[in-house]
C-alpha cells in the first residue's frame, strides 16, 4: 500500500465520512500492514513460462453436464503458475476461448499474491482506499496456503476451505551431467539443514552442493518447508541463492552452465514438464522412486502433493459452483485434458 494513499484517506474530512467508516478503514490499514510486514509482494513472473498454452493435440469439446462460466467470472479466479492451464481449459471448455486470446481469461498473480488478493477481498475492504497491488479474488487453483497465510486469514476471522483438485510431485533437480541420480529424503534434509556440503558425500563430483531456495511463501517454498522439512529448520541459503523470480528462475540458476554438477533445487514435476522445459535439468527420483502418476496416487513417492481449489469459508457468491464442479466427475475431465494427474482412480 503506498503511504500517500493511506494518509489521503486519513486525512478526509469527518463531515464527509462516518466515524464507523474511519474506523474500519483505519483497521483495514492496520491489518494490512502486519499482513505485509512478514509477506512481501513480489511481481508476478507468469510471463517466464516458456511453453505456449496451447490446447493438447488430442484436445476435444467435453460434455459438462450444462455447467458453465462467463468470461466475466474469470477475473474473480486467481491462483499459483503451476494451476494456469487449469484455467485456460476451462475458458477454452466453458466460453470457447482460442489459444491467441487466452490470455484475457488468466489472471493468475502466482501463488503468495493470489492469497493475499483472496485475504484481502474477503475482508471486504473499505471502498475509496487504493491498494496498489490487490485484485478482487474470490477463487484460487493454488498450491496449499502457508502456515503463515493461515494463522493471518485466522487474525482477521478468514478461513480457507481447500480441496485437492490435481495431484503432482515435488520435485528436486539438479543440472543433467550431474552423475547423481537419486537421494534419498534424509540427505534431502541432511542438504537443506547444512549437514551435507558436498556431492560427494552422496554418491557425485567432489564438489560444492549449491542448494537454491525460493522466497517464503512462494508455493515451491511452502511445500519445501512443511512436506519436505517438516520439524527440522531450513538453513538460512547463501547470498544469491534464494532466488525470488519464481519457479522459472529457480530452474534457470539450477541449469546454468556455470554451476553445472553443483546446483540442486526443487520445483513441481507438471510445471517442469509442462510449462518450463528446459533440456539441461535433470529431476532426481528419491528413495530411487520416481514421480510418475501411478505413484503419486498410491502414494509410493515420497514427495507426493496437489493443487487445491480454495476459498473463504461462508463465500456463497455463483462463483463457488466452480469450486464443487472441479472436483466433479466432469470437472475432472477437464483438470485431465489441462495434462494434470486426477485425484480420483478413474481419471488416468
Given at each position: ?5 493511506i494518509k489521503r484517506f486519513r486525512l478526509l474530512p469527518i463531515s464527509i465520512i462516518s466515524i464507523g467508516a474511519i474506523i474500519l478503514a483505519s483497521e483495514a490499514v492496520n491489518m494490512i500492514s502486519a ?201 538460512e541459503p547463501k547470498e544469491g541463492y534464494r532466488i525470488s523470480s519464481g519457479m522459472g528462475g529457480l530452474v534457470e540458476a539450477v541449469a546454468e552452465y556455470e554451476n553445472r554438477t553443483s546446483s540442486l ?84
Open positions: 500500500m503506498k503511504e500517500d494513499n499482513y505485509r510486514g512478514h509477506h512481501k509482494l513480489v511481481p508476478d513472473k507468469t510471463a517466464n513460462i516458456n511453453v505456449m498454452l496451447t490446447r493438447p493435440d488430442n484436445w476435444e469439446k467435453l460434455d459438462l453436464g450444462g455447467f458453465t462460466l462467463y468470461k466475466s467470472d474469470f477475473k474473480y479466479i486467481d491462483g499459483s503458475t503451476a494451476t494456469i492451464p487449469i484455467t485456460a481449459e476451462l475458458a477454452r471448455q466453458c466460453c470457447g476461448a482460442s489459444d491467441d486470446d487466452i490470455d484475457e481469461y488468466v489472471d493468475h498473480n502466482t501463488t503468495g499474491n493470489a492469497y493475499y488478493n483472496l485475504l484481502m477481498t474477503a475482508q471486504e475492504m473499505p471502498h475509496g482506499v487504493e491498494y496498489a497491488s490487490y485484485k478482487t479474488k474470490k477463487l484460487l487453483f493454488a498450491t496449499e496456503p502457508s502456515i503463515d497465510e493461515i494463522k493471518e486469514a485466522a487474525e482477521v476471522g478468514v478461513e480457507y476451505e481447500v480441496t485437492p483438485v490435481a495431484l503432482d510431485g515435488f520435485v528436486f533437480i539438479t543440472h543433467k551431467d550431474n552423475p547423481v541420480d537419486s537421494l534419498t529424503v534424509q540427505q534431502i534434509k541432511d542438504i537443506y539443514s547444512g549437514e551435507i556440503t558436498n556431492w560427494k558425500e552422496v554418491g557425485g563430483n567432489d564438489c560444492e552442493i549449491i542448494p537454491y531456495q525460493r522466497e517464503r511463501n512462494s508455493g515451491s517454498q511452502t511445500a519445501m518447508e512443511q512436506l519436505v522439512m517438516k520439524d527440522i529448520e531450513l538453513m533445487g526443487y520445483t513441481y514435476y507438471y510445471y517442469l514438464n509442462n510449462l518450463y522445459r528446459n533440456d539441461d535439468i535433470k529431476v532426481l527420483k528419491i528413495d530411487g522412486i520416481s514421480p510418475d502418476n501411478e505413484n503419486l496416487r498410491n502414494k509410493s513417492y515420497p514427495f507426493a502433493t496437489a493443487y487445491y481449489v480454495v476459498t473463504a469459508k461462508g463465500d456463497d457468491s455463483e462463483l463457488m459452483k466452480l469450486k464443487d464442479f472441479i472436483v466433479s466427475d466432469k470437472g475432472q475431465e477437464i483438470v485431465k485434458m489441462a495434462g494434470y494427474c486426477t485425484v480420483n482412480e478413474s481419471g488416468e
